[in-house]
């Protein structure tokens, strides 16, 4: 590894920044390639080129580095810096599952529940999007073990209303869903949202509904 003169470094990351404020694209990896010999962090070096491709809106380019740059932090443990390459990666490409499943484990093992919950939610929402009912009940499953049925009444929801809209669906597995957002309404004492959700089931499903309304009496 060869270290440049700290007058000359200086003047490195000057004319790196010239040069991306310019959109001189070649001259600015040009400039990059010389820091780079003076870098000894392979992980921050890939995320740094991933930053640059980025600025001259070369997505590939950029999401190539970034995986590599996820995959060095995660070899030396850097779990926090790995998650935060991947949350930029998932505000370049929303849609992109991948990122935010690993995202999701990163923050497991880091014990971020707040944030586990958020992406675990996020795919569950990409599930829903595209009718992927397996998928969304797995999520839900996952999300339940880190976030209370309160938090969740929104997502329950959401999968009930999805399922009943299949007149010939079998209510059984949903039983339990509606029964968890009956419990997280009413530890809410939202009464609106309550009624709410009692008038959309019944309007989809009349069995769901009755079950709905037998599991409310016997909570009186």
Request: net charge negative; glycine share 2%; charged share 25%.
């Amino acid at each position: 590894m060869r270290y440049l003169p700290s007058d000359k470094y200086n003047v490195a990351w000057f004319k790196l920044a010239e040069c991306v404020s310019r959109g001189e694209k070649e001259r600015a990896l040009g400039v990059y390639r010389l820091l780079s010999h003076s870098f000894d962090d392979l992980a921050f070096a890939s995320q740094l080129e991933g930053d640059i491709l980025f600025s001259f809106e070369d997505a590939i380019g950029a999401i190539a580095k970034y995986d590599q740059a996820i995959a060095l932090y995660k070899k030396s443990n850097r779990l926090l810096e790995a998650a935060a390459v991947c949350e930029h990666v998932i505000t370049m490409a929303p849609a992109t599952a991948d990122y935010i499943r690993v995202v999701v484990d990163l923050y497991k093992k880091l014990r971020l529940t707040d944030r586990v919950v958020t992406y675990l939610q996020m795919l569950f929402a990409l599930a829903l999007g595209h009718d992927d009912l397996v998928n969304a009940r797995l999520l839900l499953e996952e999300l339940d073990q880190y976030a209370d049925a309160q938090s969740t009444v929104i997502e329950r929801q959401e999968l009930i209303f999805a399922t009943l809209r299949d007149n010939a669906c079998d209510i059984e597995p949903l039983r339990v869903h509606i029964e968890q957002v009956l419990d997280g309404l009413l530890a809410l004492d939202d009464q609106v949202a309550l009624q709410q959700f009692l008038a959309h089931v019944e309007a989809m499903h009349p069995a769901a509904s009755e079950h709905a309304h037998l599991y409310l009496a016997q909570q009186a």
